[in-house]
């Protein structure tokens, strides 16, 4: 049996591998080689972060920045978040790199005016880890940023992977007086319970819901369904990747409370987004 079993094993193997070879070999060997540069792009300085401004639906103040993580590599150029922090994860870097990340925002954050706070996403990995109130406080002392400027983005499917130790993170986190928002909301699989014992201050409603606003009554109730949600809960919510006009006047209707895409503002630098925050040049800065 247990010979028929690895035959099997064997057999489905090679097949699935001739099938995909070409492709396959390819995808392994560019993850390969991004793991292996991932070790040292942070001695390289290779990291540079980015800021999208976040918008109050209503007055259009600037209410806080989330920051985006960017990698320039010596040898493959610009890679995608999207495509890096899996690797990352996997190989332990996050932590690292999640450091500096959050390091570098509060830092960025302290020059900033005090009503605008700073958005940082975590990584799962970051969540769970015993140390994270620790690193979190000392990137908070080191820059001198007051804790509710600081708001920590945690995507939705993460929290189910282990409830109890997701729990004791958030609240951990809220002790220390840091914010907390629950990313990507709508495309994972929360049940409404979890979502009352969570101790979010924030929904982020996915861009997904956004895209379709405009033509999409589905959708248009989706977004006014947790916009409600939101507000019955005690937590804001923020529209996440508008694009139109459209998607805007639609938000408007939902009462919804702020709002972040490139319609508004796409990613910055820190010098243009401190320049468009203090009123320097900013001209120069929304462009
Ligand atoms: P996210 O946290 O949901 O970030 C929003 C993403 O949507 C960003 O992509 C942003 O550039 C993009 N975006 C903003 N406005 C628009 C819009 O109007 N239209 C469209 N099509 N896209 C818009 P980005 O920078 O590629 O980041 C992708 C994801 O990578 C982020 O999704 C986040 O999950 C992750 N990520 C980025 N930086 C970090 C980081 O420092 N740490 C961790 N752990 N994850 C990060
Ligand atoms: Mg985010
Ligand atoms: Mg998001
Ligand atoms: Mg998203």
């Not at 983005?153 to 004791?168: N, P, Q, R, W």
């Not at 459209?246 to 409370?257: E, G, I, K, M």
């Not at 895409?261 to 243009?272: F, N, T």
Request: proline share 4%.
């Amino acid at each position: 049996n247990a010979d028929l079993a690895l035959y099997r094993a064997k057999e489905s193997g090679r097949g699935q591998l001739y099938f995909y070879e070409p492709v396959m070999d390819e995808k392994v060997e560019r993850r390969r080689q991004l793991d292996y540069e991932l070790h040292g792009a942070l001695e390289r300085g290779e990291f540079h972060l980015l800021f999208q401004p976040i918008f109050d639906l209503d007055t259009t103040r600037v209410l806080s920045c989330e920051v985006l993580l960017r990698w320039t590599n010596r040898h493959h150029g610009a890679v995608s978040p999207v495509e890096f922090i899996p690797i990352a994860e996997d190989n332990g870097l996050i932590d690292a790199i999640g450091h500096w990340v959050l390091y570098q925002a509060c830092e960025a954050a302290r020059g900033w005016p005090a009503d605008v706070s700073i958005a940082v996403n975590l990584s799962p990995i970051q969540l769970r880890a015993t140390h994270l109130p620790a690193v979190v406080l000392d990137a908070l002392n080191a820059s001198a940023l007051p804790p509710e400027r600081l708001n920590l983005e945690v995507t939705e499917t993460v929290l189910l992977e282990d409830v109890e130790a997701s729990l004791a993170a958030l609240e951990a986190l809220n002790r220390l007086r840091v914010r907390t928002t629950l990313d990507d909301f709508g495309t994972g699989y929360s049940s409404l319970s979890y979502l009352t014992r969570f101790p979010f201050q924030t929904l982020k409603i996915d861009r997904s819901f956004v895209t379709d606003l405009a033509r999409s009554p589905a959708s248009i109730a989706i977004v006014q369904t947790i916009v409600d949600l939101g507000a019955q809960l005690g937590m804001r919510t923020i529209a996440e990747g508008v694009e139109t006009q459209a998607q805007l006047d639609q938000l408007r209707r939902t009462r919804c409370d702020a709002v972040q895409g490139y319609l508004l503002a796409r990613p910055m630098s820190a010098a243009m987004v401190s320049a468009m925050l203090t009123g320097d040049a900013g001209e120069e800065a929304a462009g």
